[in-house]
């Protein structure tokens, strides 16, 4: 079975920029496997940020971006906020099923 | 506004089954595909299945093994899963989905299920 690996965590300062990356056991990630990103906040249910490696949501805040990375889908935030603090989902698409990563805490410190 | 509200969650004994439904409104159901995720608790999430439109492809995660069913009534604007053998590791917030422009675009507030004697 596919694994999808994300940094279990990570922390930035306010006003930073970090970069969150999914990684795929069967090798590079590429557009083919749309990579889509969640947030998730305690006690919430998820909520959509990217879709297809780089599109926004209209909900989605201009600070956050897709894209791809050395063979890896990733999250840029940059110029991160306090409210920014939760949970990040990686999920790809591996012909016709799909997977999720394992998540990465962001900690805005 | 999009609106996925599931129930039929619950206590249900080890072997057993039960039936997931989700309430879809604010969109045009039958032009979208419709996905289940799960969350254990404590845990991440995991994707469970989806359906196409028309119910003519779905896709399963392959842990499941068959146990569980998705299927859709586009005439009630409601999407199903039909969970068979429950095991304790099936203990979750099942929540639905709606792919409009990515995958699991909208969500529900999910229904917990616990698989317990």
């Known amino acids: 079975q596919t694994v999808v690996t994300q940094e279990p965590s990570l922390t930035v300062s306010p006003g930073g920029t970090v970069t969150l990356t999914c990684a795929s056991s069967t090798g590079a990630v590429t557009s083919g496997n749309s990579p889509n990103w969640f947030q998730q906040k305690p006690g919430q249910a998820p909520r959509a940020l990217i879709y297809?490696?780089?599109?926004?949501h209209s909900w989605t805040p201009a600070r956050f971006s897709g894209s791809l990375l050395g063979g890896k889908a990733a999250l840029t935030l940059s110029g991160v906020q306090p409210e920014d603090e939760a949970e990040y989902y990686c999920?790809?698409?591996?012909?016709?099923?799909w997977g999720f990563g394992g998540g990465t805490k962001l900690t805005v410190l | 506004e999009v609106q996925l509200v599931e129930s039929g969650g619950g206590l249900v004994q080890p072997g057993g089954s039960l039936r997931l439904s989700c309430a879809a409104s604010g969109f045009t159901f039958s032009n979208y595909w419709m996905t289940w995720v799960r969350q254990a608790p404590g845990k991440g999430l995991e994707w469970v299945a989806n359906i196409r439109q028309d119910g003519s492809e779905r896709y399963y995660v392959a842990s499941l093994k068959g146990r569980f069913t998705i299927s859709r009534d586009n005439a009630r604007n409601s999407l199903y899963l039909q969970m068979n053998s429950l095991r304790a590791e099936d203990t979750a917030v099942y929540f639905c989905a709606g792919d409009v422009q990515g995958v699991a675009d909208y969500w529900g507030q999910g229904t917990l299920v616990t698989v317990s004697s």
């Open positions: 999920l790809l698409h591996f012909g016709g099923a």
């Open positions: 297809s490696t780089t599109n926004k």
